[in-house]
Nanobody, 120 residues
Framework: QMKLEESGGGSVQAGGSLRLSCVASEYTYYMAWFRQPPGKEREGVAVIDSGDRKWYTDSVKDRFTISRDNVKNTIYLQMNNLKPDDTAMYYC?????????????????WGQGTQVTVSS
């Protein structure tokens, strides 16, 4: 079973920045960030493949950047101009099959999550 471990969450004021990291125990073609705001359903934030192609949900375009280091089996999420609506538990997920990962997150490969809280 693949292991994923997130880090980098925290509390910031609106307009601030955070950088999340996720280390995978093995190489996987597709890796993604999801988030679950309080009382809401989980949603996809960004996904990246090994060829560095990237997709974002509309609400984070131009503010968040996903990247990966294939040597370290690690992905990152640089989050700039954070808004209170970005407050959520952020999860890393990975799968070799696109349809299992994005956008519905039907994969079994998940990290434990890291909390991001943005205050106004």
């Amino acid at each position: 079973q693949m292991k994923l471990e997130e880090s980098g969450g925290g509390s910031v004021q609106a307009g601030g920045s955070l950088r999340l990291s996720c280390v995978a125990s093995e190489y996987t073609y597709y890796m993604a960030w999801f988030r679950q705001p309080p009382g809401k359903e989980r949603e996809g934030v960004a996904v990246i493949d090994s060829g560095d192609r990237k997709w974002y949900t509309d609400s984070v375009k131009d503010r968040f950047t996903i990247s990966r280091d294939n040597v370290k089996n690690t992905i990152y999420l640089q989050m700039n101009n954070l808004k209170p609506d970005d407050t959520a538990m952020y999860y890393c997920a990975a799968d070799r099959t696109w349809s299992l990962l994005w956008p519905a997150g039907r994969t079994n490969n998940w990290g434990q999550g890291t909390q991001v809280t943005v205050s106004s």
